[in-house]
């Protein structure tokens, strides 16, 4: 499947104690990288599932927030990765919880992380 940046949903990656603190403050949190790069890290669908299997292993309350493209348009740019080799949305304004659609929980099995069911 080729992904379409105009259109495409990104993904960020949060655990489930992440989602909920975003439900009372409205903002999904940063992690120490985000504020080190000067931006949220978020994933395509293609790319989310390598990065967990990456940077997630152990988690069992994992959660891929869907986010739709248009809303943070203008504040979003792919920027290559180049540990990766690979062009990864990057998003330069702080992340809303209404600016997400929905959220997937991601199961850990013996080969890594598999999409599951929305919460």
């Known amino acids: 499947m080729v992904h379409n940046p105009a259109i495409d ?7 489930l104690e992440e989602w909920n603190s975003a439900q009372v403050n409205g903002l999904v949190p940063e992690r120490e990288i985000d504020t080190r790069d000067g ?4 994933s395509t669908r293609d790319q989310a599932l390598e990065t967990a299997n990456i940077h997630f292993k152990g988690i069992n309350d994992l959660l891929l927030l869907e986010i739709p493209v248009v809303p943070i348009a203008k504040f979003l740019k792919y920027e290559l990765a180049p540990k990766r080799g690979d062009a ?3 998003l330069y304004s702080s992340l809303r919880v209404t600016d997400v659609e ?4 991601l199961v850990e099995t013996g080969d890594g992380f598999e999409f599951g069911e929305p919460l």
């Open 9 to 15: 949903p990104v993904f960020r990656l949060a655990t």
């Open 39 to 42: 931006y949220m890290h978020l």
């Open 88 to 90: 990864f949305p990057h």
């Open 102 to 105: 929905r959220a997937i929980r």
